[in-house]
Every structure is written in structure tokens, then in C-alpha cells.
């Protein structure tokens, strides 16, 4: 028996998940992501400036939109994604699938 494959194990950021669910599922998909995850506007607001990097100015803005309702690190104790690691931006690359 072998196990299903992680659809993001492969991912080497938050941008290229947000740009794959935004691919398949599109803007109401990438919408009820953010919903559903809790993090900072900073880390958002990198994510949205790397999709941008790589050409994705619709799901950015979504990004971007999200993030102007995202408590800040810096007054919520909220922490900051890292910018490197298994969720971090990893040298500020983005697979597109290209």
C-alpha cells in the first residue's frame, strides 16, 4: 500500500502554495485559504510582493488584501513566518510549474 503523495512537499514557499490553490481553485480558493489560516501581515505582505516577482499580480492582490486585515507582528506578539525553512521563502524562489 503506498501513501498519496503530499501535494506540497515540493513547495518551497507560501507563495507557490497560495499560487497553486489560486491555479486550481482560483479566487474564491485562495480567498478561503487566508480565511483559514492565522498569520502576520508581514509575512502576507512578502508572500503578495514574491507573486508579484514571478508575474502573479491577481492572486498578489489578493494577498495584498488579506494582508491589510492581518494583525501586524510587531503590536499582536504574533510571529513572523521565517523568511527560510519549511515555511519560509527559501531564497525567494517561487515554483510556478513552469
Do not use: C, W
Amino acid at each position: 500500500m503506498t501513501e498519496d503523495a503530499d501535494l506540497f512537499d515540493t513547495a518551497d514557499s507560501a507563495a507557490a502554495i497560495q499560487a497553486f490553490v489560486y491555479a486550481e481553485y482560483g479566487a474564491d480558493g485562495l480567498k478561503e485559504l487566508l480565511s483559514l489560516v492565522e498569520i502576520d501581515r508581514e509575512s502576507l505582505e512578502r508572500d503578495a510582493a514574491e507573486l508579484s516577482a514571478v508575474g502573479l499580480p491577481l492572486p498578489a492582490e489578493i494577498v495584498r488584501e488579506h494582508a491589510a486585515l492581518a494583525p501586524s507582528a510587531r503590536n499582536s506578539g504574533v510571529r513572523t513566518r521565517p523568511l527560510t525553512g519549511a515555511t519560509g521563502n527559501h531564497n525567494r524562489r517561487l515554483m510556478t510549474g513552469d
